[in-house]
């Protein structure tokens, strides 16, 4: 199994331009999230999402859109890049729902470093 | 706000020496987990506890958690140079937030 993959690994933008960072996983997994990774800041959570056609926002989804189309695939879509959004993006998808009694353990996709110039 | 907070920042120590780090949370959960970071990279799962259990073994890993206090520790025993990581606690709520994580250091 591939587990979640992430493209593109490494991306550079420039202030105003739009991108897309691709999330896809077979795991069949309902759960799948954002997070970005600045540092010293941890990972905050961006976007989630509990199932195709559900999302919701995280700790800091200003600048961010996403959608659920599919169960597989989780895109996140910078509208208008800003210097604020350089950072390392991680995807992650769990099997079961955070607020179900089951274990909620994260995959994490290998992550994707922007650079906003 | 964050739903996991480690405690140290920080921590340097040498090989064979045991390392322990602190994690609180504020809300109440089903279940806590620890994780690992390379740098540079993803996170990995180490180690799973329930809210139910009060202590949990993996290898060298020894997981210990307190709803009382919402607090949980993480315990690598004998460690190794190979263990220098990020290690960050997560508890299973709503929300799947991290915090800043304990920066391990193991020197040879």
């Known amino acids: ?117 | 706000s964050q739903q996991g907070e480690e405690d140290p920042q920080a921590l340097s120590i040498q090989e064979g020496e045991n390392a322990t780090m602190n994690c609180s949370y504020k809300t109440s959960i089903n279940n806590l987990q620890w994780y690992r970071q390379n740098s540079g990279r993803g996170l990995v799962h180490l180690i799973l506890i329930r809210s139910n259990e009060r202590e949990k073994h993996s290898g060298r890993l020894r997981v210990t958690l307190d709803t009382s206090k919402k607090s949980s520790s993480l315990l690598i025993t004998a460690s190794r140079a190979a263990d220098t990581a990020s290690y960050f606690c997560q508890g299973g709520s709503e929300k799947l937030v991290f915090g800043k994580g304990t920066k391990l250091t193991v020197n040879p």
Not at chain 1, 9 to 24: N, R
Not at chain 1, 75 to 85: C, D, E, G, M, V
Not at chain 1, 94 to 99: E, I, Q, R, T
Not at chain 1, 103 to 108: D, G, M
């Open chain 1, 1 to 117: 199994n591939a587990g979640v993959t992430q493209t593109p690994k490494f991306q550079v933008l420039k202030t105003g331009q739009s991108m897309t960072l691709q999330c896809a996983q077979d795991m069949n997994h309902e759960y799948m999230s954002w997070y970005r990774q600045d540092p010293g800041m941890g990972l905050r959570l961006i976007h989630y999402s509990v199932g195709a056609g559900i999302t919701d926002q995280g700790e800091v989804p200003n600048g961010y859109n996403v959608s659920r189309s599919t169960t597989e695939d989780f895109p996140l879509r910078l509208l208008s890049a800003a210097p604020s959004q350089t950072s390392v993006y991680f995807c992650a998808s769990s099997y079961n729902l955070p607020a179900s009694s089951g274990a909620n353990v994260l995959t994490f996709g290998a992550g994707s470093r922007l650079t906003v110039l």
